[in-house]
């Protein structure tokens, strides 16, 4: 019989479980607290953000408008985690809802709240006007952020089909949860690439223009390289993921606002390439997700991702 076997979870793991969701709920007021101090410059802080970003200046600097995403995005992470304490909570056909799996696992808190203390060291190293510490710690932020979001897909797809069952809401809560992450791993990747640009230019002292085009395209081929990936390969793990394109159209219309009169006719062109390139791939995505979970067809089954067998995986289970 195949069930699932994180309905076995046992009282040490219960506690695991608990402690892990308040340490990361912690980690998150703090990360919050510390981000509304930053911004204006307030102790323990010695400086603006937005006063760094404008000795930092570079070639694709969005305009400030943008940053306003970063509301959104804390406003998703607070959801994520009130819904991670509710899992403790809340019972589905008389088992406690965390034991049914889904998209907030155990390592997925886990890595997020090692995230968000990283998000805090950047807080820090930018005051301070130190590019290279700043790339270095955003570039950890991407790294462990994509990890995070990878052991949510993970894991909401293995229990997706019984979820769908089972509780519509836990099943909609996990969507949720892997879109707002999407927000934030699109937004941190894109800000660790502002932070390449500005650790060459200001570092290593390269020519901004052949920097900028060199992130850009890189920007450009990622993205396009992931669609295809997510499409074609990854298409049961990836399937509830839509907010990336909307991010990475939302950044780079702001640059192209905040540059496109002041950086060289091939950046610019490529900016607009991109904004194209992205508005294409956000409405085939669109595309796609309705055409292939129509009447359901990607969870109304169960699959090999979504049940497994208890005495083989039950150890897995308790880390994913």
Not at 189 to 211: P, Q
Request: hydrophobic residues 55%; charged residues 10%; proline residues 2%.
């Amino acid at each position: 019989m195949e069930i699932n076997s994180q309905h076995h979870g046992g009282r040490p793991e219960e506690i695991s479980r608990i402690l892990v969701t308040i340490f990361l709920a912690v980690v998150l007021i703090i990360t919050v607290v510390l981000n509304g101090l930053a911004g204006p410059g307030a102790s323990p802080f010695s400086q603006s953000t937005g006063d760094v970003s404008n000795q930092l200046f570079t070639c694709i600097t969005p305009a400030g408008y943008t940053f306003i995403i970063w509301s959104i995005i804390y406003t998703a992470l607070v959801l994520i985690v009130i819904y991670a304490i509710s899992l403790l909570l809340l019972r589905v056909d008389g088992v406690k809802a965390w034991k049914h799996g889904g998209a907030v696992s155990f390592s997925f808190m886990l890595v997020l709240a090692v995230n968000l203390i990283l998000n805090v060291g950047w807080l820090f190293a930018w005051d301070a006007v130190n590019a290279t510490a700043s790339f270095i710690i955003l570039l950890l932020v991407a790294v462990t952020n994509i990890i995070a979001i990878s052991l949510s897909a993970y894991s909401f797809a293995r229990v997706a089909s019984s979820l769908y069952q089972k509780s519509k809401f836990h099943f909609w809560s996990g969507i949720l949860v892997i879109n707002g992450m999407g927000l934030y791993v699109t937004w941190t990747i894109i800000a660790a690439l502002l932070n390449v640009t500005i650790f060459f230019m200001y570092e290593v002292k390269v020519d901004s223009n052949g920097v900028c085009l060199g992130v850009l395209i890189f920007l450009l081929v990622s993205f396009i390289f992931w669609f295809i990936l997510e499409n074609a390969v990854f298409t049961v793990f990836a399937n509830p993921l839509l907010t990336h394109y909307i991010v990475l159209l939302w950044a780079i219309v702001g640059v192209y606002v905040e540059q496109k009169d002041s950086v060289s006719t091939e950046v610019s062109a490529l900016m607009v390439t991109i904004i194209a390139a992205s508005s294409i791939m956000l409405v085939a995505r669109v595309v796609i997700l309705v055409y292939r979970n129509r009447n359901n067809a990607t969870y109304s089954q169960p699959t090999t991702h979504n049940s497994v067998k208890v005495d083989a995986c039950e150890t897995q289970d308790r880390l994913y």
